[in-house]
């Protein structure tokens, strides 16, 4: 089973109408890595941890984090 159909390992904490979250999402989709965005502003913990932060990548199994500025080589560290 290759990466794809386990499902994606990374997660884009954002929030609807941030461009940075936009770029973030071309950014991630450009380097062909399976995300899945995580809308804070549905939860009050995930809206205090990450409110002045997003956009971030947050990789599922390790719990690193990659906040903005994120760049393809950011990107590619966390692969």
């Known amino acids: 089973m290759n990466n794809q159909e386990a499902g994606p390992t990374l997660a884009l904490y954002m929030t609807s109408g941030c461009h940075l ?11 062909g890595l399976a995300f899945s965005r995580v809308e804070i502003a549905d939860d009050a913990i995930l809206l205090e941890r990450y409110g002045v932060r997003i956009p971030v990548v947050h990789r599922l199994e390790t719990g690193q984090e990659l906040d903005w500025p994120i760049d393809s080589a950011a990107l590619e560290e966390l692969r």
């Not at 979250?21 to 380097?31: K, N, Y």
């Open 21 to 31: 979250c936009e770029q973030a999402e071309a950014l991630l989709a450009q380097a």
